[in-house]
Nanobody
Framework: QVQLVESGGGSVQAGGSLRLSCVVS????????MGWFRQAPGKEREGVAS????????YYADSVKGRFTISLDNAKKTVSLQMNSLKPEDTGRYYCAASDRPTFGLSVLAENLYNYWGQGTQVTVSS
């Protein structure tokens, strides 16, 4: 059974940085796509970044492009999200997700593409 465990959340002032990590276990299919999502209070969950394990090709939401970096460490089975120049609007609960589904035209940041989810880690950015 696939399990995802996030860590690295916390509180930081605007302009600061945080690094989130997600350890993945229980899978044998190397064609997984990994993603990071976030949900602010009262808002829908939104995709932030995605990366395809086979090609390590990243994709970002416009709101985080140039500030966030998603990366893989296949040896450690870990996907990380480096978040720089954080803004108060980046506040939310961040979730790691994995997908073994074909995209079939779905955006790689579409929530319904992903079928495995972690419990999330809170990120709070103060102004």
């Amino acid at each position: 059974q696939v399990q995802l465990v996030e860590s690295g959340g916390g509180s930081v002032q605007a302009g600061g940085s945080l690094r989130l990590s997600c350890v993945v276990s229980g899978y044998s299919d190397s064609s997984f796509r990994m993603g990071w999502f976030r949900q602010a209070p009262g808002k829908e969950r939104e995709g932030v970044a995605s990366i395809y394990i086979v090609y390590s090709s990243p994709y970002y939401a416009d709101s985080v492009k140039g500030r966030f970096t998603i990366s893989l460490d296949n040896a450690k089975k870990t996907v990380s999200l480096q978040m720089n120049s954080l803004k108060p609007e980046d506040t939310g609960r961040y979730y790691c997700a994995a997908s073994d589904r074909p995209t079939f035209g779905l955006s790689v940041l579409a929530e319904n593409l992903y079928n495995y989810w972690g419990q999330g880690t809170q990120v709070t950015v103060s102004s």
